[in-house]
């Protein structure tokens, strides 16, 4: 995978171990509500997220072993 695709992936999965999904429980009523609605759909879009980035580093993946198979550019078979 490329370097920028792991690192923001590695990033990603940082801030989504920090991300409450969850408002405390001493919160009440229709602001707790409205955040933890809020907090619901914000973690559906993480995980839409998570989904892209293994689809790009599936793609990633492939493009490399292409690469690798075909050797360094701009050089000519012997």
């Not at 801030?15 to 907090?39: N, Y």
């Not at 793609?59 to 690798?68: A, D, G, P, W, Y």
Request: net charge neutral.
């Amino acid at each position: 995978m490329s370097f920028s695709l792991s690192h923001s992936r590695s990033d990603y999965d940082h801030a989504v171990a920090l991300f409450p999904t969850s408002v405390p429980a001493s919160w009440v009523g229709a602001d707790s509500t409205a955040c933890q609605t809020a907090l619901t759909k914000a973690s559906g879009l993480l995980s839409a997220l998570a989904t892209r980035y293994d689809t790009a580093s599936s793609k990633v993946s492939v493009i490399e072993s292409r690469n690798s198979s075909v050797g360094p550019v701009g050089t000519s078979p012997s």
